[in-house]
């Protein structure tokens, strides 16, 4: 017994002399590889996972459109909608606001524009398809349903 | 000549920085940026009268129905394990099977949905699709299906380009995605 009893009187401290640095080095992490959420998104996104992505290098050649159900079914009700930006907008808007998109970009870079559909899994194909036809009008044909990484036993191959 | 050096006291700095931290992690979301990328057909009016007769033996046909069940080749289906090997086999037969495709150029896959289908549903069948055609592609390339699909993304850089090339030759990424069927909804 006394042998554990000398153990409990050395007197135990962890340093925090070195915490502001980890903390800096978190915050400047946090700093670096987040972005700022430029519009609050008011549509479900329980975005669906899936194995074989891609990634898109440019994030200034991309434009979000945004498909769920309303988070706020009291004011909006409950068919699901579509975002862009601030605002909802419906099928057929998309070929201006494809427009708007595209001439943001410099001449040399507007048909590399590439659309990300953020699309909550429980959508419905029928809104998809027609979101679908309106791009193609709107001739901004680089699609991309946004995706998150599944981890399987597969991922390797 | 004892001269006080002024110091700023420190001691609250970690409070500082924790703040910020608290600041940037509340406020910031993690850019997604990736997903399963597809190129859409051109505008519906400027496309030719569809006269393509494609046979019979060079269509992969997939359905799915407003209940999310899914049609292979006309037989129901439930479990979709197999199906990226199906497709590959598929894509690969270059004649050999007289009931598959005659070759990876003409071989097409179809992929139909209805307009009830639900979005998880079809990114999962989406996936299995692009997964047979990645492993077709990064075989032929000789590296691994994420090094190719890694290439795809940046195109910009020869090398990945190289790779890209190489493992894209002679076999065209031929999904079909249909236009969803009225029934259901």
């Given at each position: 017994?006394?042998?554990f009893?000398?153990?409990?009187?050395?007197?135990?401290?962890?340093?925090?002399?070195?915490?502001?640095?980890?903390?800096?080095?978190?915050?400047?992490?946090?700093?670096v590889?987040t972005?700022?959420?430029?519009?609050?998104?008011?549509?479900?996104?329980g975005i669906p996972r899936a194995?074989q992505l891609?990634?898109?290098m440019?994030k200034?050649?991309v434009?979000?459109?945004?498909?769920?159900?309303p988070?706020?079914?009291?004011?909006?009700g409950?068919?699901?909608k579509?975002q862009?930006d601030?605002?909802?907008?419906?099928?057929?808007?998309?070929v201006?606001?494809?427009n708007?998109?595209k001439?943001?970009?410099p001449e040399n870079e507007r048909?590399?524009?590439t659309v990300?559909?953020?699309?909550?899994?429980d959508?419905?194909r029928?809104l998809?398809?027609?979101?679908e036809?309106e791009l193609r009008?709107?001739?901004a044909?680089?699609?991309?349903?946004?995706t998150?990484?599944q981890?399987?036993?597969?991922?390797?191959? | 000549m004892?001269?006080?050096t002024?110091?700023?006291p420190n001691?609250s700095?970690?409070?500082i920085?924790f703040l910020?931290?608290?600041?940037?992690?509340?406020?910031t979301?993690?850019?997604?940026?990736s997903?399963?990328?597809?190129?859409?057909?051109?505008p519906?009016e400027a496309?030719?009268?569809?006269?393509?007769?494609?046979?019979?033996r060079n269509m992969?046909?997939?359905q799915?129905n407003?209940?999310?069940?899914l049609?292979?080749?006309?037989?129901?289906r439930?479990?979709i394990s197999?199906l990226r090997e199906e497709?590959k086999?598929?894509?690969l037969n270059n004649?050999r099977?007289p009931?598959?495709?005659?070759n990876p150029e003409k071989a097409?896959?179809?992929?139909?949905?209805d307009?009830?289908t639900?979005?998880?549903?079809?990114?999962e069948?989406l996936?299995v699709i692009q997964?047979?055609?990645y492993?077709?592609?990064?075989?032929?390339a000789?590296?691994t299906n994420?090094?190719?699909?890694e290439a795809a993304?940046?195109l910009?850089v020869?090398?990945?380009k190289e790779?890209?090339?190489?493992?894209r030759?002679?076999?065209p990424?031929?999904?079909?995605?249909a236009?969803?069927?009225?029934?259901?909804?």
């Open positions: 017994m006394s042998k009893k000398k153990k409990t009187q050395v007197k135990q401290e962890i340093p925090t002399s070195s915490m502001p640095d980890v903390v800096f080095m978190l915050l400047f992490f946090f700093m590889t972005e700022l959420r430029e519009t609050s998104i008011e549509v479900k996104q194995t891609r990634k898109l440019r200034s050649l434009a979000n459109l945004y498909i769920g159900e988070t706020k079914p009291a004011l909006y409950k068919e699901p579509i862009a601030d605002v909802f907008i419906e099928p057929k808007d998309i201006r606001w494809v708007e998109k001439s943001e970009l048909e590399q524009l990300s559909l953020k699309v909550d899994r959508a419905k029928g998809i398809s027609d979101v036809i009008k709107a001739n044909r680089k699609l991309l349903y946004s998150l990484q981890k399987d036993d597969e991922e390797g191959r | 004892a001269r006080t002024p110091e700023i001691a700095m970690a409070d920085a910020l931290l608290t600041f940037f992690l509340v406020t979301t993690m850019p997604n940026n997903g399963l990328s597809i190129a859409l057909p051109p519906p496309k030719p009268p569809e006269d393509v007769k494609i046979q019979e992969f046909k997939i799915v407003s209940s999310d069940a049609l292979i080749e006309g037989e129901p439930e479990d197999n497709i086999a598929f894509v004649g099977n009931e598959s495709s005659d097409v896959v179809s992929f139909k949905t307009r009830g639900s979005h998880k549903r079809f990114i069948l996936d997964g047979a055609y492993d077709i592609y990064a075989e032929q000789g590296v994420a090094k190719f699909r993304s940046d910009a020869p090398a990945n790779i890209y090339d190489k493992g030759a002679g076999i990424l031929n999904i079909s995605i236009d969803p069927s009225k029934v259901g909804n």
